[in-house]
């Protein structure tokens, strides 16, 4: 007889339920003695920022981590210098916050001259506290000057500033200060045929007050130079302009305005820089002298 094949029975359960898997907790027990593993959190840094700065300017040009690295810390030093030395000058100025002018002055410190100038003067453009100022200024400035011929009441043939003689007070009009605070305002002194204006310039500390005084004395002894420029300055005011009906027929109204808002804007910046240079100076003077008995 042949022989048969053998036949494969299914396996069966024994009369057991199926297995099942058995749903997973969500949160495992730790032991007592097992660690915890921390999560390491990602510190800030300027390097994002600097790769995506470097990407606008330069796309086509790639950077490597060493070079990210590089530029992180030096920024990072430039940052912590500026902040040290901004810091400082406002406890000596007695504030206690920093404002943009210890920046403005630290970064004139701490870095090289045309990049200090170029971090100014984008700082200058961004801060807009100055403006609503120099606003109100330029509009009450080209609102007052219209100025015309008038002859003197009092002596014939005579045209002389009514501002300045005061020999009819009915040609004179009301004055007008605009001011910033109690130590920066403009004084402005409108008659028929002639505009007097002073300005008083801010002075932070006696430094300042020293070299706006130097700074003034030295326009007005050249005050035939600038043709409005006063020689001695209204009480009370660091410098004043007179302007005639006979500037304005020489002369532009816009120009004539545009150079005394560009005066105060400058002559802040003058001194501060003088200042700089004196502090410069100062800690130079210092640093040698007192390297001798180190």
Not at 49 to 70: C, E, F, R, W
Not at 245 to 274: A, G, P, R, T
Request: proline letters at 5%; a positive charge.
């Amino acid at each position: 007889m042949p022989p048969k094949t053998a036949e494969k029975k299914p396996a069966t359960t024994g009369g057991k339920a199926p297995a099942t898997k058995v749903p997973s907790e969500k949160k495992k027990q730790t032991a007592p003695g097992d660690k915890v593993k921390k999560r390491k959190l990602r510190k800030e840094t300027y390097s994002s920022y600097i790769y995506k700065v470097l990407k606008q300017v330069h796309p086509d040009t790639g950077i490597s981590n060493k070079a990210m690295s590089i530029m992180n810390s030096f920024v990072n030093d430039i940052f912590e210098r500026i902040a040290v030395e901004a810091s400082k000058l406002a406890a000596y100025n007695k504030r206690s916050t920093i404002s943009s002018r210890e920046i403005q002055t630290a970064v004139r410190l701490i870095l090289p001259g045309e990049l200090a100038k170029h971090a100014v003067s984008e700082g200058t453009k961004a801060s807009n506290t100055l403006r609503p100022y120099l606003a109100a200024v330029r509009s009450t400035l080209t609102a007052v000057l219209c100025l015309e011929n008038f002859s003197s009441q009092v002596v014939e043939r005579h045209n002389k500033p009514e501002v300045e003689a005061r020999s009819s007070p009915e040609i004179v009009l009301n004055p007008l200060t605009i001011s910033r605070h109690e130590n920066e305002k403009v004084l402005i002194e409108p008659s028929i045929n002639s505009i007097r204006i002073s300005i008083k310039i801010k002075q932070a500390d006696d430094i300042e007050s020293i070299l706006c005084h130097k700074f003034t004395r030295f326009m007005m002894l050249r005050a035939e130079n600038f043709i409005i420029l006063r020689r001695k300055p209204i009480a009370g005011y660091d410098i004043s302009f007179l302007i005639t009906n006979f500037h304005m027929e020489q002369m532009y109204k816009h120009k004539l305005v545009d150079f005394i808002i560009q005066f105060m804007e400058e002559v802040d910046k003058e001194i501060s820089e003088m200042k700089l240079s004196l502090n410069a100076r100062a800690r130079i003077v210092a640093e040698s002298y007192l390297s001798q008995f180190a």
